[in-house]
Nanobody, 115 residues
Framework: VQLQASGGGLVQAGGSLRLSCAPSGRIFNIRFMGWHRQGPGRQRELVADLTSGVSTSYADSVKGRFTISVDNATNTLYLQMNSLKPEDTGVYYC??????????WGQGTQVTVSS
């Protein structure tokens, strides 16, 4: 099973984007789903996660602006990003982790926020 991330692009500061992460097949026993990002010259950081399909958490830098959600019918993961800032620029990666210990990473989608 592979994860296909999409939805990135170029947007002006204050704009919005919605990222999607769709698995190529059914994934069972998902424990954790999340979005990481890696900005220019920065380490990869976790920006939002969803644990056991219920509990969400966000990096302080995106709280109140980003919302993580999942379509349980398809296991498609979303990240709604509002009020985007130039510092949100980076490559966004989705990750799934199952209770069986399997980690799946998406290929990354570029988000560029212009000032």
């Amino acid at each position: 099973v592979q994860l296909q991330a999409s939805g990135g692009g170029l947007v002006q500061a204050g704009g919005s984007l919605r990222l999607s992460c769709a698995p190529s097949g059914r994934i069972f026993n998902i424990r954790f789903m999340g979005w990481h990002r890696q900005g220019p010259g920065r380490q990869r950081e976790l920006v939002a996660d969803l644990t056991s399909g219920v509990s969400t958490s966000y990096a302080d830098s995106v709280k109140g602006r980003f919302t993580i959600s999942v379509d349980n019918a398809t296991n498609t993961l979303y990240l709604q990003m509002n009020s985007l800032k130039p510092e949100d620029t980076g490559v966004y990666y989705c990750i799934f982790h199952t209770w069986d210990g399997v980690y799946l990473w998406g290929q990354g989608t570029q988000v560029t926020v212009s000032s």
